[in-house]
T-cell receptor, first 111, second 116 residues
């Protein structure tokens, strides 16, 4: 079926540590994946994306990994900061430029 | 000023009433989307539009309709609101690039709708 899901609804990480947020998808035809960050009271904001012909992409303090064999996507945040506290969503283009979202993971930063 | 503006930001209505949520954008994007957000369910796609003549159903279009009045405007209507349509609604635009099949969604600040 068409679905994008998260392994964990909540993740708590010590400030300064690295965070890893996981996402599973089921549509083998999906060719484009995106991570969004949603802070309280705001709309989601783009973090990083990756096309299906890549397995890794790096941004500033963030890295997205794509494993098409097991249909798994992850977002790694280096040296997690208090400002990283938010809900993170993975999203995918399931075809016809139809972008669907997973259920989200809430990231808590511990002092 | 926000690039993607939603009105109203908050609305309380009664079952059976017709409700319209409006979205306007100054980004010049052709593609616009309406999503619904419920706690624990993430964002679900209601409708999306590639231009004024191209409207597509999303994951949960039943009970909703849309109108693309112009490139910059995309409105969502609930013809007869029911309590389970109580949710936070987001409009988004996309700078989709057909050559690369990639694009970023730019979201409005959301419209919170409560149906009593």
């Amino acid at each position: 079926g068409e679905s994008v899901g998260l392994h964990l609804p909540t993740l708590s990480v010590q400030e300064g540590d690295n965070s890893i947020i996981n996402c599973a998808y089921s549509n083998s035809a999906s060719d484009y994946f995106i991570w969004y960050k949603q802070e309280s009271g705001k709309g989601p904001q783009f973090i990083i994306d990756i096309r299906s012909n890549m397995d890794k992409r790096q941004g500033q303090r963030v890295t997205v990994l794509l494993n098409k064999t097991v249909k798994h996507l992850s977002l790694q945040i280096a040296a997690t900061q208090p400002g990283d506290s938010a809900v993170y969503f993975c999203a995918e283009n399931i075809g016809d430029d139809k972008i669907i979202f997973g259920k989200g993971t809430r990231l808590h930063i511990l002092p | 000023d926000a690039d993607v503006t939603q009105t109203p930001r908050n609305r309380i209505t009664k079952t059976g009433k017709r409700i319209m949520l409006e979205c306007s954008q100054t980004k010049g994007h052709d593609r616009m989307y309406w999503y619904r957000q419920d706690p624990g369910l993430g964002l679900r796609l209601i409708y999306y539009s590639f231009d004024v003549k191209d409207i597509n159903k999303g994951e949960i279009s039943d009970g909703y309709s849309v109108s693309r009045q112009a490139q910059a405007k995309f409105s969502l209507s609930l013809e007869s609101a029911i309590p389970n349509q109580t949710a936070l609604y987001f409009c988004a635009t996309s700078d989709w690039a057909s050559e690369s099949n990639t694009g970023e969604l730019f979201f409005g600040e959301g419209s919170r709708l409560t149906v009593l």
